[in-house]
């Protein structure tokens, strides 16, 4: 009875939808494979996300704020991005992020840091391009998988909030 209950209100709620992008000079001209974008498609897919689309950015500021504002337009969903996030200098991915969006979230960037002690090395941010909640994750595919794991349970409220908040209590 009550799993059949929690299978009704599960049905109510409207798809997750996530994209991935992936910030790499290597990937986009060949060099290197997409581990990273691989591996953060996995774990959202078995977290119930449904990843829509995964795309690569070269490595700059500019590439990823004018990558990070298409993927936006007209979506409702999480965006996580892999790579730039470092002391590299052509780690530019947490200016281009912030060059885009409207609100900082702060707590999740924060969060994801504390993963491991070289997340004390990721200046990745976190924050909302309209109804978008784009995340900063590092490059590697074992560093991107961890940081988004720590705040995993959290992003499904979070993303719905940005449609719609004006109601807390969902009616079933």
Do not use: Y
């Not at 209950?5 to 994209?19: C, F, I, R, T």
């Not at 490595?59 to 504002?69: F, H, K, M, Y």
């Not at 969006?101 to 993963?115: K, N």
């Amino acid at each position: 009875m009550v799993h059949h209950h929690h299978q009704e209100n599960d049905s109510d709620v409207a798809p997750l939808h996530a994209k991935v992008l992936t910030v790499s000079d290597g990937v986009v001209h060949g060099t290197r494979q997409d581990k990273s974008g691989e591996a953060l498609e996995s774990q959202l897919t078995a977290a119930g996300w449904t990843v829509v689309e995964r795309t690569v950015s070269e490595d700059g500021e500019r590439p990823v704020a004018e990558t990070l504002r298409r993927l936006a337009e007209g979506f409702h969903g999480l965006i996580v991005t892999t790579g730039g996030t470092g002391f590299g200098p052509r780690d530019r991915t947490p200016e281009g992020t912030r060059a885009v969006i409207d609100r900082e979230a702060p707590g999740l960037a924060e969060a994801m840091r504390l993963v491991n002690p070289l997340g004390r090395l990721s200046r990745g941010v976190a924050g909302t391009l309209d109804a978008s909640l784009i995340l900063n994750t590092p490059g590697s595919s074992k560093g991107c998988v961890e940081t988004v794991d720590a705040v995993l349970d959290v992003l499904p409220h979070a993303v719905r909030l940005l449609v719609d908040n004006t109601d807390p209590h969902p009616h079933h």
